[in-house]
């Protein structure tokens, strides 16, 4: 398997634009997590799915953020508009639901700068 | 209220030598999983060893050991025979939420490793 796919791997864009992150789980997995990494924030659990289902959005920082998973295989994370202190690392991850006792799987990141 | 607390910020280690990272836990769960994770420089998440609630050994994979406490709620990293390719971050996590019938992954702070040559 190709581990959790995400894109792009970095993106530069400008306060106020709209930016989606992309995800592809591994496949199988039923589990799909989305967190944000800061120097300041450390590794912050956004938003997650079980079944394409969100189950948990409570750290979804604002309404600017949005997150779907249209289906098993695809999800993504949308900031609408972007700010500068939105710049951070996003990490989405999978895992095989076995009740928690089995490891999250994490793509390679997207590194998002907003100037 | 934190969940996982890893106290040290940084740590330096002579390679070859052995070293632990701390790690505590909270929660109110019988069921959880314990996780370490490394991150490196070039920033990708390699998990690295599994402790589960009930089991009774501590785990190990190669040069990692996980010495796990339950009384003490303390799941702390070993790393034997260090090597300079072990400088990097290590992350705790904990598997929480069953009795929710969902779960999801908390993660600590992290320790940054740094070992001598």
């Known amino acids: 398997d190709a581990g959790v796919i995400q894109s792009p791997r970095h993106e530069v864009t400008e306060m106020g634009q709209e930016v989606t992150l992309r995800c592809k789980p591994i496949?199988?997995?039923?589990?799909l997590f989305w967190y944000r990494q800061t120097m300041m924030r450390g590794l912050e659990l956004l938003i997650y799915?079980?079944?394409?289902?969100?189950?948990?959005d409570s750290g979804m920082p604002e309404d600017r953020f949005s997150a779907k998973m249209p289906n098993a295989s695809f999800s993504t994370l949308k900031i609408q508009p972007s700010e500068p202190r939105d710049s951070a690392v996003y990490f989405c991850?999978?895992?095989?639901?076995?009740?928690?006792?089995?490891?999250?799987?994490f793509g390679q990141g997207t590194r998002l700068t907003v100037v | 209220a934190q969940k996982i607390t890893q106290t040290q910020p940084g740590m330096f280690v002579q390679e070859k030598e052995a070293v632990t990272l701390d790690c505590t836990y909270d929660?109110?769960?019988?069921?959880?999983?314990l996780f370490w994770y490394k991150q490196p420089s070039s920033g990708e998440m390699i998990f690295l060893i599994y402790?589960?609630?009930?089991?009774?050994q501590n785990a190990t994979e190669g040069r990692y050991s996980l010495n796990f406490q339950k009384a003490r709620k303390s799941a702390n990293l070993v790393i034997s025979a260090s090597q300079l390719g072990d400088s990097a971050m290590y992350f705790c996590?904990?598997?929480?939420?069953?009795?929710?019938?969902?779960?999801?992954?908390?993660f600590g702070t992290g320790t940054r490793l740094k070992v001598l040559a």
């Open positions: 991850a999978s895992s095989l639901g076995r009740g928690g006792f089995t490891e999250a799987f």
């Open positions: 496949s199988g997995h039923d589990y």
């Open positions: 799915f079980n079944n394409n289902v969100p189950i948990d």
């Open positions: 929660t109110s769960d019988q069921s959880y999983g």
């Open positions: 402790q589960g609630s009930y089991d009774e």
């Open positions: 996590a904990m598997s929480e939420g069953f009795t929710s019938g969902t779960y999801k992954y908390i």
